[in-house]
């Protein structure tokens, strides 16, 4: 079965999945959706003997129907080697009645290396396969984590840039560490003298500026993006759900065919996204449930139907997870609305507009698979003492966030089905929050040493990821206004 994309706004034109991953973004602002969700075609006894990167093609290949078996397999095994520390790649730990899904073991020790190592194997494949000629340029504006796990994923790859546009004083010294000592020939990392904001508008700003494209186009470059709305980073992300439910069925945790309930921390909505599509495939899934941190837009669209981004940001120690607008929440909307686009771009022009949307009753009774929570900051720290007291077991503030939402529904519902949390960070990635969690003195300790305290405390190995930076030399050191975001990138590329 052949499975084309076509936009959640209404262009009604259908794309190959490796043109939708060219593309990212539709032209009418829409995301790339499958007009259908493929089953999953593989009996689970089969699965559960599988590696991960067998996972991988089976999951994958429903969904990328224009890649060969050798280019998807190609792809595969180039994104998941040794670059992660464990060759389980997504392994599962028992800890506080529930299974640990920890998807931090990659290059850059948060989940984001799941999809962004093999975003440029696709992307590059994609490429070859539309006749793309040009070299492909990745913007990325950051925050912290998706720049350095895109320069991680994108480091040396042929026919390939990327350049990462970071808030120079928004970001956590590990984080700026981790992006100024990025290796690759075809890396550049630029701080900005803006916030986040600033870089993500200037970098929107480009992608439609069609002098430049031509620019670009003159000398064999073109734009692509690495961001979480790209269908090329969905898919690598629904296989470790698969993969974890078949582990537990290898493990005899649980037995084929048997319900788990799934709990995600969640920003933008795409990791949860990615366990809802495993359930429309097939996989036994009971709930998805939705966790949030003081930023919980979402808590309140599951209990209302209202989606309200209208209030002030709030920044906490799950910085990953600060955010009021879930690009990805809008594939969502889409399959509630029952595939009507038209409907799907009525809301999220409201939302542009007016800063909010509701949802019919009809839409809302949809939503029956999800469950909604959050956690407060002290919330958070709490269950990372108390998760490392009752089975000395060390996650971070994200993971915490979904421990801790993990809890208050099973007081709300006795619900006793087994349960995988989404692990997305290394606490290594958020040492001081971590340690202070623990209640440790942090005092006028940098974060290297917190991390060598952590260590000492949990018998955790320092992962690879911190060791390395820790001496690593700077190899960056741009630093430009927002305004000459687009100067730079010239410059970069060698255009006058
Ligand atoms: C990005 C991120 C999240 C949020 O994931 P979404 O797919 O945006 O919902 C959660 N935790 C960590 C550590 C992340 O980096």
């Known amino acids: 079965m052949q499975v084309l994309y076509k936009s959640t706004r209404g262009k009604e034109e259908t794309v190959t999945a490796s043109m939708a991953i060219l593309k990212g973004l539709s032209e009418d602002g829409g995301l790339f959706v499958p007009t259908e969700i493929p089953k999953l075609d593989v009996p689970m006894d089969e699965l559960a003997k599988m590696s991960y990167q067998e996972t991988a093609y089976e999951v994958m290949k429903c969904f990328l129907t224009d890649f060969t ?53 696709l992307m590059t494949t994609a490429a070859k396969k539309n006749q793309v000629k040009n070299e492909i340029v990745i913007l990325t504006a950051t925050s912290g984590d998706t720049g350095k796990a895109a320069m991680a994923g994108f480091a040396d790859v042929p026919g390939t840039k990327i350049i ?67 269908i090329g980073r969905l898919v690598p992300q629904i296989v470790y759900y698969v993969y974890a439910y078949a582990s537990l069925v290898r493990q005899g945790k649980i037995k084929d065919g048997q319900e788990i309930n799934v709990v995600v921390p969640t920003g933008n909505f795409g990791n949860i996204l990615a366990a809802y599509y495993a359930k429309q495939m097939g996989l036994p899934v009971h709930k998805l449930i939705c966790a949030s941190n003081d930023n919980k837009v979402l808590y309140d669209f599951f209990r209302t139907g209202t989606y309200d981004r209208k209030r002030d940001f709030i920044l906490t120690t799950s910085p990953s997870m600060d955010i009021l607008i879930s690009s990805n929440l809008e594939r969502l909307i889409y399959r509630i609305a029952g595939g009507d686009a038209k409907k799907c771009a009525e809301l999220m022009q409201s939302l542009t507009a007016g800063g909010e949307y509701t949802i019919t009753e009809d839409m809302k009774a949809q939503l029956a698979d999800f469950y909604g929570n959050y956690c407060t900051e002290d919330e958070t720290a709490k269950t990372i003492a108390e998760i490392f007291k009752d089975s000395h077991y060390v996650i971070d503030t994200h993971t915490a966030v979904a421990a801790g939402v993990y809890d208050k529904y099973v007081k709300d519902t006795n619900d006793t089905t087994p349960t995988v949390i989404a692990s997305t960070a290394s606490p290594y990635k958020f040492t001081r929050s971590v340690m202070e969690a623990l209640g440790a003195d942090t005092d006028g300790k940098d974060d290297f040493a917190l991390a060598d305290e952590l260590s000492a405390l949990s018998g955790v190995k320092l992962p690879q990821a911190v060791e390395t930076i820790r001496t690593a030399p700077v190899l960056h050191n741009r630093v430009v206004d927002a305004p000459d975001m687009p100067k730079a990138v010239k410059d970069i590329l060698g255009i006058r």
């Open 69 to 121: 078996e050798e280019e998807l397999k190609n792809c595969i095994n180039n994104a998941y080697d040794e670059k992660f520390d464990t060759k389980e790649i997504a392994p599962l730990h028992e800890a506080d009645g529930a299974y640990f899904l920890e998807l931090y073991h990659g290059a850059t020790i948060a989940f984001k290396d799941m999809a962004l190592s093999i975003l440029p194997h």
């Open 164 to 230: 990462v546009f970071y808030p120079k004083h928004g970001v956590s010294p590990i984080q700026e560490k981790q992006m100024v000592t990025q290796k690759g020939n075809n890396t550049y990392v630029v701080g900005i003298t803006g916030n986040f904001d600033d870089a993500q508008t200037a970098v929107k700003k480009m992608f439609n500026d069609k002098e430049l494209e031509a620019e670009l186009d003159a000398a064999g470059y073109q734009f692509s993006s690495a961001n979480s709305i790209n």
